[in-house]
């Protein structure tokens, strides 16, 4: 597609609950990225993907989070056991061999509510 | 450990003027990246610009200048003649050499009223 597809635009949980966040990056970008972003902050790393295999996962706060990218395009950050806190704006990006001259380019995100 | 530091929260000026926005890094590296970022309502973060650490030309893009100095550890992004369409909230971040994440700062939130 023309850019990063990210969907749900919009999840409403409830706590304890499973949820899944997908991520259509830009045709032919190898790289990936998940942030994840607080009202009023600015986006917090969590992991980031080289072809299907997740190259650095530091920023992932728990096991709880988890996420995968299988056949090397899409990608699911899947959250177990949902808490209040986990509440965010989560942002996907891709970028077609890393963080190059202009950065990445980012979707619209996801607005993850757990009540 | 990487830092960076947008200490203006919001701002708010009028049309047609001119305003800057602060930023500040910490990093312990000698080669590193800057970023400025732009976050439209719409919640997209849109690419501005890249700088490497080693470049510190001021950089000029139509109505956007940023000016980086080193020696104080700063990445100053000023918007001339600004528009109603320039409201957003921007953010600045840096990378190090050879990662691929961003730290981003807390952004700054700027409104310019017609």
């Known amino acids: 597609g023309a850019g990063v597809s990210q969907t749900p635009s919009n999840k409403v949980t409830e706590k304890g609950k499973y949820v899944e966040l997908r991520c259509d990056p830009i045709?032919?970008?190898?790289?990936l990225y998940w942030y994840r972003q607080s009202l009023g902050q600015g986006p917090e790393f969590l992991i980031y993907?080289?072809?299907?295999?997740?190259?650095?996962d530091s920023g992932l706060p728990n096991d709880r989070f988890f996420a995968v990218r299988p056949e090397g395009s899409v990608s699911t950050l899947k959250i177990q056991r949902t808490e209040r806190g986990d509440s965010a704006v989560y942002l996907c990006?891709?970028?077609?061999?890393?963080?190059?001259?202009?950065?990445?380019?980012f979707g619209s995100g996801t607005r993850l509510t757990v009540v | 450990a990487q830092k960076v530091t947008q200490a203006q929260t919001e701002i708010s000026v009028v049309e047609k003027e001119d305003v800057t926005l602060d930023c500040v890094y910490e990093?312990?590296?000698?080669?590193?990246?800057l970023f400025w970022y732009k976050q439209p309502p719409s919640g997209e973060l849109v690419f501005l610009i890249r700088?490497?650490?080693?470049?510190?030309q001021n950089e000029i893009s139509g109505r956007y200048s940023w000016n980086f100095q080193k020696s104080t550890s700063s990445f100053n992004f000023t918007i001339t003649a600004s528009q109603v369409v320039d409201s957003a909230v921007y953010f600045c971040?840096?990378?190090?050499?050879?990662?691929?994440?961003?730290?981003f700062g807390q952004g700054t939130r700027l409104t310019i009223n017609p």
């Open positions: 990093t312990r590296d000698t080669t590193y990246y």
């Open positions: 990006a891709s970028s077609l061999v890393g963080l190059t001259g202009e950065g990445y380019t």
């Open positions: 971040a840096l990378s190090q050499e050879g990662a691929q994440k961003l730290v």
């Open positions: 700088r490497n650490s080693f470049d510190e």
């Open positions: 045709s032919g970008h190898t790289a």
């Open positions: 993907f080289q072809g299907t295999g997740a190259a650095d």
